[in-house]
């Protein structure tokens, strides 16, 4: 059975593809192309279903959606027929929201008779299970970590981030709709109110959503993320063993030594 | 009763003495002076107990403690005999945080005879009951403040903050240990990562933690978060009503308006 990845932007498509035991086949919303990853079908959303049939004579059985899309602004003078059926469920999940839009174009794509599967089924070896991946982590890292991903189920069962930074016990930013990105960069500005890094410089903490549907955003960390945790004078990063995707994890290991960092996928 | 307001810096101790039915003995730790405030008694940790007796001769029954001060350093040759006694307790309390600190302060203050009580008891004025205290509250409005009480609920269980931004559904940020100022500093830098304010400009929402102590640490408005608000891009401020200081009320009114935002006290 053929696998087609639905690649939004970004580098997770191409990481997936490496990952798979067989190429796939790669398709990619128009405005949307992965980096490093060359697309075999490009498709719009106006022209959802006759995209739909393409796969399904190309013999796809199963679906994998990898990396980031925006809702995308829609041209009705594009709509097929069959798409036109669908735009009233579609133009109700929009308007609710990136997940909604998701969650309702799986749902699509499962009544066209395709699996839609997670990167975790795919390419399980993209998601590190339990262990010290970098560095070491002492009892303050611990301690920090636990209260970290308190923090992160407390944010999560009302909706709201995978991640948070605590030093010495002290929560010193939470991740919200600006992203991983943005909280480190805002850590790494708070100068002062920081407590003293000799007593522990602090962990950033990554997570998935309780409850969260596994096929669709579960979060990403990758290099990028460890230089912003240097920069943001952090002693490393921790997370969710088997919820969380690393790019390039040989990579990571490497840098995260460079750095001086700990990478700890916490059991 | 005499009442003694032991104040550490900005503009809440003056703003209480100010609604006071009668004025109050101001005492200061040394370096904390309070802005626009005559200090009566200045104090040193390391001589605790001189001061706690002197209190007691000016006929002081009760304390409230109001402003912010830090940790101090001590320094061993002012020790007094009797403050050296209490010395492990305190040292034990600073190194666990600043709410261990005042927590075991508090338990000197009533050990030795003093009630301790709490702004909104000396001064409930500065602490508004449920309205809308300036500009109008949409639907919108609402939704984004009842999801950021929702949202601050859950941060209180763990500890966290008191704060947080919400627009449209989507939470901008989380007050964390940095505070309100750098908070709605990050929401003003997020730019395009916000939706558009066409449809909503969002709510900076503030309330107490759950089960906090609310003598001390009560969460505290005023002119200057509305500004920030504006700078922010937000459409107003709600808060907890009856948990809320508001320093200078009338004068946030006025700025409220001139600034076009809404300050709700949210019942």
Redesign the interface.
């Known amino acids: 059975m053929k696998t087609a990845v639905i690649a939004g932007q970004g580098r997770l498509p191409a990481a997936l593809a490496a990952a798979m035991t067989e190429a796939p086949l790669v398709a990619a919303m128009d405005g949307f192309a992965p980096e490093g990853l060359t697309v075999d079908l490009t498709f719009r959303v106006e022209r959802l279903v006759p995209f739909l049939r393409a796969l399904e004579r190309d013999g796809v059985g199963q679906v994998v959606f990898a990396g980031a899309v925006t809702r995308p602004r829609l041209d009705p003078a594009l709509l097929d027929e069959g798409t036109a059926g669908l735009l009233p469920r579609l133009m109700q999940a929009m308007a609710a929201?990136d997940d909604a839009t998701l969650r309702a174009v799986i749902g699509i794509f499962e009544e066209f008779g395709f699996a839609v599967v997670g990167v975790e089924t795919i390419a399980p070896a993209l998601l590190p299970g339990a262990g010290v991946l970098a560095g070491t982590v002492s009892a303050r890292d611990e301690a920090d970590a636990d209260?970290a991903a308190?923090?992160v189920t407390?944010?999560g069962?009302?909706d709201?981030?995978q991640g948070?930074?605590v030093a010495q016990?002290?929560?010193?930013?939470?991740e919200?709709?600006?992203?991983t990105d943005?909280l480190l960069a805002?850590v790494a500005g708070?100068g002062a109110?920081?407590p003293d890094p000799a007593r522990g410089r602090g962990v950033f903490y990554k997570a998935a959503k309780p409850g969260q549907d596994r096929r669709i955003d579960l979060p990403t960390i990758g290099p990028d993320t460890l230089r912003a945790a240097a920069v943001a004078g952090l002693g490393g990063i921790a997370f969710e063993a088997g919820s969380v995707i690393c790019l390039d994890l040989s990579e990571m290991q490497r840098l995260a030594r460079d750095l001086g960092l700990f990478l700890w996928a916490r059991g």
Chains 1, 2 share one sequence.
């Open positions: 929201g209260r308190a923090i407390a944010l069962a009302v709201v981030g948070a930074v016990g002290l929560c010193l930013g939470v919200a709709l600006p992203g943005v805002q708070i109110l920081r």
